[in-house]
């Protein structure tokens, strides 16, 4: 199974971007690289994914390097919000689909 | 709104008892799925279904069984053989089994031994 390794907690201030960094050196050509959040005591709540090319929607933007080994998630502007457990995983199909423990983000008011 | 109700919220199990976990989608979502997720861990599939009345093990299937006889239900049933069932389990659909579909959940249910 492909892998991903995530940051166990970044911080950031209020109103400021940030990157969430992901590698996962074991890309295959179909892997889709998703981003989810999750709140306490709430479902993951999907955030963007893409496969090739940098993506931009309302929440965030996904860098994706050129070799596909990494990929950054990209808030903006952080919010208070904002602050939750972020995950990186990789999608072909549903193959045993397991999320490992994501980064922790804090925003410092 | 379109979403995913899961019930209860949460649910108690005593030993030896079997517990049924409801999911329903109105998404009309043909991939359905089910996680469990342990306190300070990632997410664990335990079953997937891709169509009606067809559905495969995940990496933690022992001790629990599916049903897919509806499109929008997708029931997991926590039986006595699972020994440590105390978690959060969580539904999720999508609209189709390829990787360019995201993941939509429910809320989750939090199951815990009595």
């Known amino acids: 199974d492909a892998k991903t390794t995530q940051p166990n907690s970044m911080e950031s201030n209020e109103e400021e971007p940030v990157h969430l960094p992901c590698n996962h050196s074991?890309?295959?050509?179909?892997?889709?690289i998703h981003w989810y959040r999750q709140l306490p005591s709430q479902g993951p709540e999907y955030v963007i994914h893409g496969l090739t090319s940098n993506v931009n929607n309302r929440m965030a933007s996904l860098a994706i390097a050129e070799d596909r080994k990494s990929s950054t998630l990209i808030l903006h502007r952080a919010t208070l919000r904002d602050a939750a457990v972020y995950y990186c995983?990789?999608?072909?199909?549903?193959?045993?689909?397991?999320f490992g423990t994501g980064t922790r983000l804090t925003i410092i008011p | 709104d379109g979403g995913i109700t899961q019930s209860p919220k949460y649910l108690f199990r005593k030993e030896g008892q079997n517990v049924t976990l409801s999911c329903e989608q109105n998404?009309?979502?043909?991939?359905m799925y089910w996680y469990r997720q342990d306190p300070g861990q990632g997410l664990r599939l335990i079953y997937y279904s891709q169509i009606v009345n067809d559905f495969q093990k995940g990496d933690i299937a022992e001790g629990y069984s599916v049903s897919r006889e509806k499109k929008e239900s997708f029931p997991l049933t926590v039986t006595s053989a699972q020994k440590n069932p105390t978690a959060f389990y969580l539904c999720?659909?999508?609209?189709?089994?390829?990787?360019?579909?995201?993941?939509?959940f429910g809320d989750g249910t939090r199951l815990s031994i009595l």
């Open positions: 995983i990789l999608i072909f199909g549903n193959e045993k689909l397991t």
């Open positions: 998404l009309n979502h043909d991939a």
């Open positions: 074991t890309i295959s050509g179909t892997d889709y």
């Open positions: 999720a659909s999508s609209a189709g089994g390829s990787g360019n579909q995201p993941q939509h």
